[in-house]
């Protein structure tokens, strides 16, 4: 499986400022995904990054508050606008192969906005 | 669009028990049910899936059964170990389609 680096690994941010969170992957991959995961809760898919076009975002996130770049096969970023306690959360990247179904995981970003 | 529950939601086992974790999907469409064990500070990593030709696969403790009439499919492990203590989500997944989660199972094994 691909090797999947997320930086920063935690963060604790002020209120009303913005934090772009960085994914590398080892090798080129199809599909390139963010997902956030709020404390002690399940794993929602915020967007899927494509590459050299606009993330496709799910119901309930919208790009002015997660503009996320995809400027080629191996790297991504998910940028948090604008934020508030309540965007607190562990934000996720994750990859798979179109053909294959198999997603794997970063290790995650801890965000605290205070 | 589908929907995955999960149960139980808490799990506590003595070392050595086995250890069943039950899911059940919407969508009939769903061909792909992967399962990922969270540890405490870490992403969530791929254990164990199984496909919908398939009805169970195993992998040493792990195995996974998948019954699609009654669209539910469950892990156990078997030989419990103090190491295997963390939070599973299941998942589910249709052809070109996202991945849908279950809510989690927060297995603790004791000694």
């Known amino acids: 499986s691909a090797v999947i680096s997320q930086k920063p690994s935690r963060d604790i941010c002020q209120r009303g400022t913005s934090l772009t969170i960085q994914c590398q992957v080892d090798s080129q991959v199809t599909m390139m995904f963010w997902y956030r995961q709020q404390p002690g809760q399940s794993l929602t898919l915020i967007a899927t990054a494509n590459q050299g076009s606009e993330a496709t975002y799910e119901s309930g996130f919208v790009i002015d508050k997660f503009p996320i770049s995809r400027p080629n096969l191996t790297f991504s970023t998910l940028t948090v606008s604008n934020m508030s306690p309540e965007d607190s959360s562990i934000y996720l990247c994750?990859?798979?192969?179109?053909?294959?179904?198999?997603?794997?995981f970063g290790q995650g970003t801890r965000l605290t906005v205070v | 669009g589908e929907n995955v529950e999960q149960h139980p939601s808490t799990l506590s086992v003595q070392e050595g028990d086995s250890a069943v974790i039950k899911c059940t999907y919407s969508?009939?469409?769903?061909?792909?049910f992967p399962w990922y064990k969270q540890e405490l500070g870490k992403g969530p990593q791929l254990i164990i899936d199984i496909r919908s030709n398939v009805g169970e696969k195993k992998d040493q403790r792990i195995a996974v059964t998948l019954n699609k009439t009654a669209k539910h499919f469950s892990l156990h492990i078997t030989e419990t170990q103090p190491e295997d203590s963390a939070v599973y989500f299941c998942a589910a997944k249709p052809l070109a389609s996202k991945l849908t989660f279950g809510t989690g199972t927060r297995l603790q094994v004791t000694l």
């Open positions: 969508d009939s469409a769903s061909n792909y």
């Open positions: 994750s990859v798979a192969e179109m053909i294959k179904a198999e997603a794997f």
